[in-house]
């Protein structure tokens, strides 16, 4: 297939880029270069004849029709997205104009190009998106596909509204549409201001480690580069018009997580002292979200896919690819936001930062 990922300079959309390129597929990556894209993210396929780059704005129709009647994709893969929920809280304009206009756009020009194509029974519009959409479980049960939206942040709410639209497309106009919801992701190219890359590289600084409130906040771990697997196979043989949530498996509170990044680092560069002496706990954010966990059946029933990796793991080759790959990191220490801490509502901050 030829397919046109959007966002394919970040943390996920790179990961699916190169995936797609090792599977044999052709690939245009559709990427603004805002603050959280990398072009190093892709260099290892940017001389593959399969690959072509463009620059542009998923809100910019004109734009996006350009690219969609130059590569004439078979498939297109949603991903740009305003993505870091502690900025959403400080500015939430980005998140809505990217995320829910973004995607508007995006489905107008699908539609216009599969309409002027002759309505090919094989194209695609897949739809990524996250499952914090759902809200905040308690202590038990799980995301499911039918569990009803209740977003309690701007960046979900802007998730769950671009989903409402991917939605109606498919019901109103008949475009080919499938979704996927996914857990949090992890691994390499994972941007420095997102919660496991701010411990690895505050413990490899002899900083202090923030963790939000006690650290009892609950996630379900996704390795990045089994979503991109997961997301490629849900392209190909989903059902239209249906969702799949795409789950890691791997239940942990922050807080041992943290503990679990520390040990390795132990491990991998020892101190005088166990990095876990360097934990520090700051301010929650507002609207801090208890737990998600995903119910990943129907992936497994129907496209008999599971993740091919535990959390420990991932942890360590995610800790490795850090220890080996200084070089990038640091050149994205000086990016806007990144070192500080975000997510305050316009409140005084804590010293530390965190994710």
């Not at 072009?39 to 350009?66: C, K, M, T, W």
């Not at 769950?160 to 992701?185: F, I, K």
């Not at 129907?302 to 850090?322: F, I, K, M, Q």
Request: with cysteine; proline share 6%.
């Amino acid at each position: 297939m030829k397919i046109l990922i959007t966002g394919g300079a970040g943390f996920i959309g790179s990961a699916v880029v190169r995936r797609a390129i090792a599977d044999g597929h052709e690939v245009v990556n559709l990427d603004a270069l805002t603050y959280a894209a990398c072009l190093d993210n892709v260099a290892q396929v940017a001389d593959h004849p399969g690959y072509a780059f463009e620059q542009a704005d998923i809100r910019d129709r004109a734009a996006v029709d350009g690219v969609l009647a130059r590569h004439t994709p078979d498939a297109i893969m949603h991903l740009a997205a305003e993505s870091h929920v502690d900025r959403s809280i400080d500015a939430p304009d980005a998140f809505v104009t990217t995320n829910i206009n973004g995607t508007y756009t995006m489905l107008e020009a699908a539609r216009a190009y599969w309409q002027a194509q002759g309505r090919p029974e094989g194209f695609r519009f897949h739809h990524i998106s996250t499952d914090e959409v759902f809200g905040s479980l308690g202590a038990t049960g799980q995301f499911t596909e039918d569990t009803p939206y209740a977003p309690n942040s701007p960046y979900s709410a802007s998730k769950a509204a671009s989903d409402h639209l991917v939605r109606a497309w498919h019901e109103t106009y008949g475009l080919p549409t499938v979704m996927t919801n996914c857990s949090n992701n992890y691994g390499p190219y994972h941007f420095p201001e997102k919660l496991i890359p701010v411990v690895i590289l505050k413990a490899l600084a002899g900083e202090p480690i923030p963790v939000y409130g006690q650290g009892l906040n609950v996630r379900d771990w996704l390795f990045v580069e089994d979503h991109a697997a997961a997301l490629l196979l849900v392209l190909q043989q989903g059902q239209v018009g249906r969702s799949y949530n795409i789950g890691g498996e791997n239940e942990v509170s922050n807080i041992d997580l943290v503990r679990m990044l520390c040990a390795i680092l132990d491990d991998r560069r020892p101190q005088a002292r166990p990095h876990a002496d360097l934990i520090t706990y700051v301010t929650d954010r507002p609207g801090h979200d208890l737990r998600y966990a995903i119910d990943p059946s129907r992936m497994r029933d129907e496209l008999n896919w599971r993740p091919s990796l535990t959390l420990a793991e991932g942890l360590a080759r995610t800790v490795d690819w850090y220890l080996e790959n200084e070089g990038w990191w640091r050149a994205l220490q000086d990016r806007q936001g990144v070192g500080q801490r975000l997510g305050t509502g316009g409140e005084t901050p804590a010293p530390a930062v965190s994710a």
